[in-house]
C-alpha cells in the first residue's frame, strides 16, 4: 500500500481498514461514466500518498480527490467524480430524519410535525414555513443538546421545550402582558399608533390585534390578566355615551342596560371569533389564556356574565367549542363558592359553561396567592 493509511472513518462514526480498491472503484467509474480514459491505478496512489496520518475520514479522500483530478488533465473525471459524490450525498439526506420529517409535514402524515400546535393550521401555505424552520431547528437541536438531554427527552423522562424555536437567539417565551396599560395609554402596532379606545367594541377589537401582533412575534402563549377589569373603563365610556342619549331622548333605564349588555356580549363574541380566524404571519392563531377576576364591581359582573354566556354558545352555525382563549376562572369562598356569594350565580355560568365548552379551567385562589406569593392573583397559563 502507498503512504501510511491504515483505517478510515465512516460518515456514521465507524472505523474501518482502509481498502484501496474502493478508491481505485470510485475514480474508475468516475472515469467510464464521463467516458474519458485516464491511469487510475497512478491517480489512485497519488490520492493515497497525499493523505495524512493512519487514521483518515471518508471526507479528507474525497477532498483529496476532487483535488487531484481538478489539478489533473482529467476535468471531465472530475466533474463526473463531484457529480455522483453529490447524488450519493442527496440520497444519504433523503434518508435521514430532516427529510422524512419535512416530507411527513408535507405529506401531514406525521403528527408530530403536522398536528402538534393546535393554534398553527397545517394545511395553509402561511403556516408551512414557520412549521418546516420547526423541524429544521429541532434536528439541530439534536445536535447541540447534550446527550443526556436528548435521551431523557426521548424518554420520555423530561421535556426539551420549544424544539422548534432552538435556532431563535433572543426570542421569548410565554408572557403576561399588560393590556390595561396598553389600552389606557394607546399602542403602537406596526407604524400605526392606536390612541386609548372610546367604547368597549373598539377595546375588544385593539385587543385581538395586539393578540395577534405578539403571537407573531414571539412563541408560546400570553396571558390577559383579569379580562374584565381590563375591559371596564371602556364599558363606562359606552355607558356614558348612551347616558347621553337618555337625557336627550328620556330612554328609560331598563333599555339603557339591555343596550349597554349587547355591547359588552358584541365585545366579548368579536374576541372570541377574532382570535380564531385572525393568525399572524406565520399562520399562528393568538394562543392565549385569559382570567376572569373575583370583583364584585357591578360592570366587571357584567363583563364576566356576558363572556361566559358568549363562550356557552359557541362559534358559527354549527355551535363549535373555541380552542382559545384558556379561560381561567378564579374561585374563593365568600366570594363566588357557597349560595349568597356575591357572585355565586356567576360561578354557576361558569360551571355550565365548562360543561359545554371544556372551560373555564378553576384555580383556588388562596392557593395561587400562597404559591406565587403575592397578595393579587396570578394568571397562569392554563390549569386542568
Not at 483505517?7 to 481505485?24: A, H, N
Not at 468516475?30 to 491505478?41: G, L, N, Y
Not at 450525498?89 to 402538534?116: I, N, P, V
Request: neutral net charge.
Amino acid at each position: 500500500m502507498v503512504g501510511n493509511v491504515q483505517y478510515i472513518i465512516k460518515r456514521d462514526g465507524v472505523t474501518e481498514v482502509f481498502c484501496e480498491s474502493k478508491l481505485y472503484d470510485a475514480i474508475y467509474s468516475a472515469s467510464k461514466a464521463c467516458d474519458q480514459a485516464c491511469d487510475v491505478e497512478a491517480l489512485t496512489h497519488k490520492v493515497i500518498s497525499r493523505l495524512k496520518g493512519e487514521v483518515v475520514s471518508v471526507e479528507d479522500v474525497q477532498d483529496t480527490v476532487v483535488h487531484c483530478l481538478m489539478t489533473s488533465k482529467y476535468k471531465l473525471v472530475a466533474s463526473e467524480y463531484i457529480k455522483h459524490r453529490s447524488e450519493r450525498s442527496l440520497k444519504r439526506e433523503m434518508k435521514g430524519d430532516l427529510y422524512k420529517d419535512l416530507q411527513g409535514l408535507l405529506d401531514q402524515t406525521d403528527d408530530e410535525h403536522a398536528r402538534a400546535n393546535a393554534n398553527k393550521a397545517p394545511e395553509q401555505i402561511v403556516s408551512h414555513r414557520d412549521l418546516i424552520a420547526g423541524v429544521v431547528s429541532k434536528q439541530y437541536a439534536k445536535i447541540i443538546l447534550p446527550d443526556r438531554v436528548k435521551e431523557a427527552h426521548q424518554k420520555g423522562l423530561v421535556w426539551s421545550h420549544d424544539g422548534d424555536y432552538l435556532i431563535s437567539k433572543g426570542i421569548h417565551n410565554c408572557g403576561v402582558y399588560d393590556f390595561e396599560y396598553m389600552l389606557a395609554n394607546g399602542v403602537k402596532l406596526g407604524d400605526v399608533e392606536i390612541e386609548s379606545p372610546k367604547s368597549v367594541g373598539t377595546a375588544a377589537n385593539v385587543i385581538c390585534q395586539i393578540l395577534s401582533k405578539i403571537s407573531g412575534s414571539s412563541y408560546g402563549g400570553q396571558s390577559l390578566h383579569e379580562f374584565d377589569q381590563v375591559l371596564k373603563p371602556y364599558v363606562e365610556k359606552s355607558l356614558d355615551k348612551l347616558r347621553n342619549k337618555q337625557k336627550l331622548y328620556s330612554l328609560p333605564e331598563d333599555y339603557i342596560q339591555e343596550v349597554l349588555r349587547k355591547e359588552v356580549y358584541d365585545a366579548c363574541q368579536l374576541v372570541i371569533y377574532q382570535v380564531q380566524t385572525v393568525s399572524s404571519p406565520n399562520g399562528q392563531s393568538s394562543f392565549y389564556s385569559m382570567s376572569l377576576s373575583l370583583s364584585t364591581d357591578p360592570i366587571c359582573k357584567m363583563i364576566k356574565e356576558e363572556y361566559l354566556k358568549c363562550h356557552t354558545e359557541g362559534i358559527g352555525p354549527k355551535k363549535q367549542t373555541p380552542i382559545f382563549p384558556k379561560v381561567i376562572y378564579f374561585v374563593e369562598k365568600g366570594v363566588n363558592m357557597d349560595k349568597g356569594d356575591p357572585n355565586y350565580e356567576e360561578y354557576q355560568l361558569a360551571l355550565k359553561c365548562t360543561s359545554k365548552r371544556m372551560y373555564p379551567d378553576y384555580v383556588m385562589a388562596p392557593n395561587n396567592r400562597v404559591m406565587t406569593g403575592s397578595e393579587k392573583m396570578t394568571t397562569p397559563m392554563g390549569r386542568r
